[in-house]
């Protein structure tokens, strides 16, 4: 993994900035914001925040509507906070992967990746309880799995290393049969772009009026068709 950004709160400059909340139980993100250097607390968002798959919803679409619901989840709760949200999904030839229920589903998921290029989408929400302001973003990262050898199916498997991640593998595990290609985003892939965040960020202020992509009324109107 390459270096992470370190970036400024914003309003850090002010005598009272908003403490970065970190509504995720995600071990990966909080050791992304850690390694970053970025002091938060944590307070995930209830499960109910994360329903399932929703018919006619994209990969994209889904991941913006659930880094939404997650952080509306926990602002909820709160009375001061920047809150960030994430959520991460695989997809591959049309199926949207998120994490296996069990060694059979995460074998099905490594079946249908091995020897394919696909990609990992990361929605983030960053909501300021202060100001009611927040932005939606995904990010895409794109991947080659090498054809897995039944060898290495069933090691992975055994190792249970696929439990509560997206598409039953973990990037950070250093598997030689997994790279991201090109220059896109790694910590992308493991729950966060850093990058991104350090963006959306900086210009918190400019963009928090407007949803980036996609819009609120695709989140809202897919989380209406959620099953
Ligand atoms: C693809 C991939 C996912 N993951 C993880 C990141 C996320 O923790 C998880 C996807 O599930 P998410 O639902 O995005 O997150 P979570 O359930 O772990 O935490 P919360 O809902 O509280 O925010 O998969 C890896 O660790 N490595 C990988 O290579």
């Given at each position: 993994m390459t270096d992470l950004p370190r970036a400024e709160l914003p309003?850090?400059?002010?005598?009272n900035p908003e403490s970065l909340i970190l509504a995720s139980g995600s071990p990966r993100r909080a050791q992304l914001l850690s390694a970053a250097g970025y002091e938060f607390s944590v307070q995930p968002a209830a499960d109910?925040?994360?329903c399932g798959i929703c018919s006619r919803e994209t990969a994209p679409e889904m991941v913006a509507r659930l880094a939404y619901r997650k952080a509306a989840d926990v602002v909820a709760r709160i009375d001061d906070g920047l809150v960030l949200a994430a959520d991460t999904v695989a997809s591959c030839v049309g199926n949207i992967l998120g994490k296996p229920h069990n060694r059979d589903h995460a074998e099905e998921m490594l079946r249908l990746l091995s020897g394919r290029n696909h990609d990992v989408f990361t929605g983030i929400c960053l909501w300021s309880r202060r100001h009611e302001k927040f932005v939606v973003d995904v990010v895409r990262t794109r991947l080659q799995m090498s054809e897995l050898t039944e060898e290495q199916l069933n090691e992975h498997l055994d190792s249970l290393r696929w439990e509560g991640k997206a598409g039953a593998f973990g990037y950070q595990d250093g598997n030689d049969w997994l790279n991201v290609i090109g220059?896109?985003?790694?910590s992308n892939v493991v729950g966060l772009s850093m990058e991104r965040l350090a963006e959306l960020l900086e210009n918190f202020e400019q963009n928090a009026e407007k949803i980036t992509t996609p819009t609120i009324d695709s989140i809202e109107s897919s989380d209406s068709s959620c099953s």
């Open positions: 309003g850090s400059a002010s005598p109910s925040a994360e220059n896109d985003s790694e």
